[in-house]
């Protein structure tokens, strides 16, 4: 028997909206206010999902129970795949000393803390999120930062940050295909209204960044650098998106923003230089010797053969990501081995009802095991290659192996947990009563509309994910109170970017790549202010386009 959701059932949708909210309600409270473990924020957040669905919206317990087991596999492949090959390179390179001589070998292209995360978070995570996404750049660069010697709390934080403009045309333009895909609009429309969106915030986001660890102060004193990399970012943005496609929008992007800032630095460094990897709250506390004047750059003492060693497991890792993430190898690998198991009793049995949708339909539950074309597969082979690289036995490298997964073991069950609930949430419809609830606010829908994509993407830790889950009903809404289709539905992935910073998939990512278990809490307490600032700004770049410009809403020109 299917079984229909039902998006107010109190028949008062914000009674209704409020029984809805409850699992995010626990699970972040539990973790931001209560400071609970990761695992238990979610397995609690989790509870309280499967009792609402069933109570409230009337999901059959047994629909309920397997939607959660969907969402958990889905957490340990892809997403757990990923996360447990990263933290495995990163330990072969630790142990090697290799991973020593990549942090002090950046030391050449700068020695300044401030101009090393903005290479690292912002320029090398975006051509991660371009090519792989799904946690990956938060992955790399996070271990990456923690090696630097930056804190704990600064290392998963900014690079929560960082990872936001790049996100809407990730793993190759995942998210906009998808799009694309649920509301009919065309492919290249909505490619070129995110591109008319996202870059604004391409510049924005590396000078957010650098206030965000600095200070305003000490983001004055380095802010040629900073613009170059956010102009050298957005134009390419602009430009790939409007006149070629989402596919290799963030790969090119942060390619040139990536070489522009390294040559700029060849012929331009601060004055002052930071030595601190603690932030602007350092140099508050009296922490160490902060800024010194001197050179941005240093002779960091290993010849050319031990940086390009030191490099070579990266490099293999950037190589295998970006073919890793091009279809036609996926589609390769898929043909070579992958297994598809519908869910039984869940499988075209939910279905999706207007006004979400212009017409009912079935929603799919088949758990796809891509385990050739997954993208921590091509992280797991370049693991590998670069550990026989560096000398290390089948044995050593079993053993590191077995620690890797010894040591992020709660981080797993977290995952999985947080992914249960998020499928919980869309399967049983409680986050489309949310969305509907945003869905009615009339004159401002441009501005909750765009939050509408936030909340996909807090809830679901994926920008894909939310225009799946929230694109549809972004069309019906803006027809029905006669918005453009494509920039609500563009919108949603914008706003969905910025979402991406406090989802607990990604937290939970960034707490494991800097080896910070159990702080998941305060790392959701610094991201989220920045989180609901930066989508309230595009939000009113929304407004600005449906009401003020709406020129700038119609897809001419391309």
């Known amino acids: 028997m299917s079984w229909s959701q039902v998006y107010d059932p109190m028949n008062n949708i914000w009674l209704s909206t409020l029984f809805a909210s409850l699992p995010v309600l626990v699970m972040l409270g539990g973790l931001g206010i209560f400071h609970m473990k990761a695992h238990r924020a979610a397995l609690a957040g989790l509870a309280t999902a499967l009792a609402v669905a069933v109570a409230v919206f009337g999901m059959p317990v047994a629909m309920a129970g397997k939607t959660a ?64 996404g799904f946690g990956t750049p938060v992955a790399v660069t996070g271990a990456m930062l923690i090696g630097l010697g930056f804190t704990p709390l600064a290392a998963s934080g900014l690079s929560l940050i960082a990872n936001t403009a790049p996100v809407a045309y990730g793993a190759l333009g995942t998210p906009v295909l998808a799009l694309a895909a649920v509301t009919g609009l065309p492919l290249l429309d909505l490619s070129a209204m995110i591109g008319r969106q996202l870059p604004f915030f391409s510049v924005l986001v590396p000078f957010w960044l650098i206030v965000a660890f600095a200070g305003w102060r000490g983001m004055i004193q380095i802010w040629p650098a900073i613009l170059v990399a956010g102009v050298s970012f957005a134009v390419p943005q602009y430009l790939v998106s409007n006149y070629h496609g989402p596919w290799l929008v963030d790969v090119a992007a942060a390619i040139v923003s990536l070489v522009s800032v390294t040559l700029f630095l060849k012929v331009w460094h601060p004055k002052a230089i930071w030595h601190t990897a603690g932030g602007a709250s350092a140099l508050t506390q009296g922490v160490g010797a902060a800024v010194v004047q001197g050179e941005a750059r240093r002779n960091h003492g290993y010849s050319a053969a031990e940086v390009r060693r ?61 385990w050739l074309s997954a993208t921590g597969t091509g992280i797991f082979i370049a693991a590998v290659i670069s ?10 490298m079993v053993k590191t192996y077995g620690r890797t997964l010894y040591a992020i073991r709660n981080s797993l069950l977290t995952i999985s947990a947080m992914l249960a609930l998020g499928y919980t949430t869309r399967y049983s419809g409680l986050d489309t009563t949310l969305g509907l609830a945003f869905a009615n606010s009339g004159f401002l829908y441009p501005f909750f509309g765009t939050f509408l994509g936030w909340l996909g993407v807090a809830l679901t830790g994926s920008d894909t994910a939310s225009n799946v889950l929230f694109g549809s009903l972004q069309k019906v809404s803006s027809e029905q109170l006669g918005l453009p289709p494509t920039l609500m539905a563009a919108a949603n992935s914008s706003g969905g970017v910025m979402g991406k910073m406090i989802d607990a998939q990604s937290i939970v990512v960034a707490a494991v790549a800097t080896k910070w278990h159990g702080h998941e809490g305060k790392i959701l307490r610094f991201v989220i202010w920045h989180s609901l600032a930066l989508t309230a700004l595009v939000g009113l770049l929304v407004m600005a386009q449906a009401y003020l410009w709406p020129f700038t809403a119609m897809v001419i020109g391309r």
Not at 75 to 86: A, C, E, M, S
Not at 346 to 370: D, F, I, S
């Open 69 to 132: 087991l969907l969402g958990a596999a889905y957490g340990l492949l892809p997403i757990g795949w990923i996360v447990i090959n990263i933290i495995f390179l990163y330990h072969l390179t630790e142990q090697r000393g290799q991973f020593k001589i990549l942090q002090e070998s950046i030391t050449g292209i700068t020695n300044d803390r401030r101009l090393q995360l903005l290479l690292i978070a912002f320029c090398f995570g975006a051509f991660f999120e371009g090519a792989a």
């Open 387 to 396: 550990g026989l690289l560096m000398g290390y036995s089948p044995v050593e």
């Open 310 to 370: 030191a490099w070579t497991p990266w490099a293999i890792l950037s190589i295998l990501v970006f073919l890793w993430g091009i279809p036609e190898v996926k589609a390769f690998l898929d043909g070579v081995s992958i297994f598809k198991f519908p869910i039984d009793g869940l499988h075209n049995m939910v279905m999706r009802v207007p006004p979400v949708v212009a017409k009912a339909h079935p929603e799919a539950a088949v758990y796809t095991l891509n």
